[in-house]
C-alpha cells in the first residue's frame, strides 16, 4: 500500500484541481491520504439539498450561512476553511484565487467562525461563515467560494507542495441597477485545406466571449460560416451552456466540417444570453454577434487552375505568334504584289502613252496627207475639162472593103501647145494618124473622145495606207489600254 501512495495523492489532486459546481465528492484514501467533502447546509448543520450558495444582500447587510464538512479518512484530520475570489479560467471553467493571494472582492466579504476545523475520522463539523456586504459594494453579482483543504502541507518526493483544495461555490448579488451585457471579440478562423483539389474541409474559428455587464449570464453560442451572398456553408450549435461571470471573458474554439473552399469566407459567431443564475430577479436577456473573413482556398486547386492558366496561356501566345507571322507573310505578299501591280500599270501607262502619240502621230499625218493632196482639176480651163489634141501624122490604109471603127479606148493624145508648151508631140499610135491641130480648118472644137473631164476626188491609194495604219494603231493603242485597266483590277481583287 505503501508504494501506491505518491500515486494516490497525484489523483487525489487531479481529482480537487477542479471545482465542483455542487457538493464537493468525498475523495477515497487510505489511512493516510486526506479524503473530505464539503456542501452546503442549514442552521442545525445539515445538508440541505442545495449545491452551491446563490445569495442576495443589499449593500450594508451582512448573511449568515452554514456549510457542512466531512472527513472521510480513517484519521482524524485539520482543514482550513477561508473565502476566495471566484473567476473564469481562459478555457471557461469556474475557479478560485489560491490561499497564497489574498482576496479582493466576494472572498474578502468572507468571515469563517473558525478559520480551522478538527474533524475525527469519517466524520462532519458544521461551520458557520459570515459575508458582510460593504456599504460601497456596487450592484450586481460577486463571485467566490467557500474553500475547504488540509493543514498539514503535502510535499512530493521531488519537493512539489501540493495545494489540495475542495470548494463550494458562493455567489452574492448586490442589489441595485443590474446591466447585463455580453460581447463578442477576437473571431478569427483558419481553413484547413485538403489534399484533394476543390475538397471540402474543416474550418477552427476562434472567438473570444467578454462579460462587460454586471451580472453573470449563461451564453448561448452559435458558429456558422457563409460564402458568397450569404449561402450557408456550415454551422455548428453549441453542445453545452457557457456561464460568463461579470468583467470576466474565456476564448472558445469552434471546429466546423465540411466547408468548401470558395476562395473567401465569413465566420460568424452569435451568442445568445440563456440566463443569468442567481436570486430570482427580471433580468432582460442581451446577446451579440461577431463576424470575420477566412480565406478558404483549395491550394492544391489553385495550383492546378494556375497550371491550367500557364498551359492555355502558352497555347494562346504561341497562337498569336503563328497568327503574327502569317500575317506579316501575306502582309509583305501583298505589299510584292502591289509592287508588281504598280509596276505593271506603269508599263501599261507607259505602252498606253506610247500607242496614243503613235496613233496621234498616225492621225496627224493621214490627215495632213489628206490635206495636202492636190485635187484632180486641169488648169487654165474654167469647168475643169481637159482638152486633148491629135499631132498631125499619116493616115492610115485602109483596106478595100473594110470599114474602120473609131477605137472605143482612150487615145494617146497630146496636150495643147497652149496648155503644155513643153510637152513634145507624140508619134503614130496605134497605127492611127493624128492630125495636128494647125491643120484643121475652123475651130469645130475637140472630138468627143478627145476631151476629159474630171470626176469625183478621190483618195489614192497612199492615203487609204496612211488611213490603216492609223486605224491600226488607234487598235493597238486600246488594247494595251485595255490590258493595262484588267491587270489594275485583277490587281485590286487579290488585295
Known amino acids: 500500500m505503501a508504494a501506491h501512495r ?37 442552521s442545525a448543520g445539515a445538508a440541505d439539498g442545495r449545491t452551491r450558495f446563490e445569495l442576495a444582500a443589499a ?87 467557500i474553500v475547504v483543504s488540509p493543514v498539514q502541507t503535502q510535499v512530493t518526493s521531488a519537493g512539489v507542495l501540493i495545494d489540495t483544495r475542495v470548494a463550494v461555490r458562493l455567489n452574492l448579488r448586490v442589489a441595485g441597477e443590474l446591466a447585463p451585457a455580453l460581447e463578442v471579440r477576437e473571431v478569427s478562423g483558419t481553413f484547413d485545406a485538403s489534399l484533394v483539389p476543390f475538397a471540402s474541409a ?7 466571449v467578454v462579460n462587460t455587464g454586471n451580472v453573470k449570464v449563461v451564453g448561448v453560442p452559435r458558429v456558422r460560416v457563409t460564402g458568397p451572398f450569404g449561402r450557408t456553408l456550415a454551422s455548428l450549435d453549441a453542445e453545452q451552456t457557457r456561464e460568463v461571470l461579470p468583467g470576466d471573458s474565456f476564448t472558445v474554439v469552434s471546429v466546423l466540417e465540411g466547408v468548401e473552399p470558395l476562395g473567401v469566407s465569413t465566420a460568424v459567431v452569435d451568442v445568445d444570453m440563456a440566463a443569468a443564475p442567481g436570486p430570482d430577479t427580471e433580468i432582460p436577456l442581451v446577446s451579440s454577434t461577431a ?37 506579316e507573310h501575306w502582309e509583305r505578299m501583298v505589299a510584292e504584289t502591289r509592287r508588281e501591280i504598280e509596276t505593271a500599270s506603269a508599263q501599261g501607262t507607259r505602252a ?29 480651163t474654167d469647168d475643169g475639162s481637159l482638152t486633148l489634141t491629135v499631132p498631125p ?11 474602120q471603127k473609131p477605137s472605143s479606148g482612150p487615145r494617146r493624145a497630146a496636150v495643147s501647145p497652149s496648155a503644155a508648151p513643153d510637152l513634145a508631140a507624140p508619134g503614130p499610135a496605134g497605127g492611127a494618124e493624128v492630125i ?56 485590286g481583287g487579290v488585295s
Not at 474543416?202 to 473570444?208: H, R
Open 6 to 42: 505518491p500515486l494516490l495523492a497525484a489523483a487525489v489532486l487531479a481529482l480537487t484541481a477542479f471545482l465542483t459546481l455542487g457538493a464537493a465528492p468525498a475523495a477515497l484514501a487510505d489511512d493516510t491520504a486526506a479524503a473530505w467533502a464539503v456542501t452546503p447546509a442549514d
Open 59 to 145: 449593500a450594508g447587510e451582512t448573511v449568515e450561512e452554514h456549510v457542512l464538512i466531512t472527513n472521510s479518512s480513517t484519521v482524524e484530520r485539520e482543514f482550513a476553511v477561508y473565502g476566495a475570489d471566484g473567476f473564469n479560467t481562459p478555457s471557461g471553467g469556474y475557479d478560485l484565487s489560491p490561499a497564497a493571494q489574498l482576496p479582493t472582492d466576494l472572498g474578502a466579504w468572507v468571515t469563517v467562525a473558525s478559520p480551522t476545523v478538527t474533524i475525527p475520522p469519517l466524520a462532519t463539523a458544521s461551520l458557520a461563515f459570515t459575508v458582510a456586504v460593504p456599504a460601497e459594494a456596487s450592484p450586481g453579482d460577486h463571485p467566490g467560494g
Open 202 to 208: 474543416p474550418m477552427t474559428v476562434t472567438y473570444e
Open 291 to 327: 463576424r470575420t473573413t477566412v480565406l478558404s482556398v483549395s491550394w492544391t486547386g489553385l495550383a492546378l487552375v494556375v497550371l491550367v492558366a500557364a498551359t492555355v496561356w502558352y497555347l494562346v501566345r504561341r497562337t498569336r505568334r503563328r497568327r503574327r507571322g502569317g500575317a
Open 352 to 380: 498606253l502613252g506610247a500607242g496614243l502619240v503613235v496613233l496621234a502621230v498616225l492621225a496627224l499625218t493621214a490627215a495632213a496627207a489628206i490635206t495636202i493632196a492636190p485635187p484632180a482639176v486641169a488648169a487654165g
Open 393 to 403: 501624122g499619116t493616115t492610115p490604109t485602109v483596106p478595100p472593103g473594110t470599114t
Open 436 to 491: 495636128p491641130a494647125a491643120d484643121v480648118g475652123a475651130d469645130p472644137g475637140p472630138a468627143p473622145d478627145l476631151v476629159w473631164t474630171a470626176g469625183a476626188r478621190r483618195w489614192t491609194p497612199v492615203q487609204w495606207t496612211l488611213l490603216g495604219l492609223g486605224a491600226a494603231g488607234a487598235l493597238a493603242a486600246l488594247a494595251l489600254a485595255a490590258r493595262a485597266i484588267a491587270r489594275a483590277n485583277g490587281a
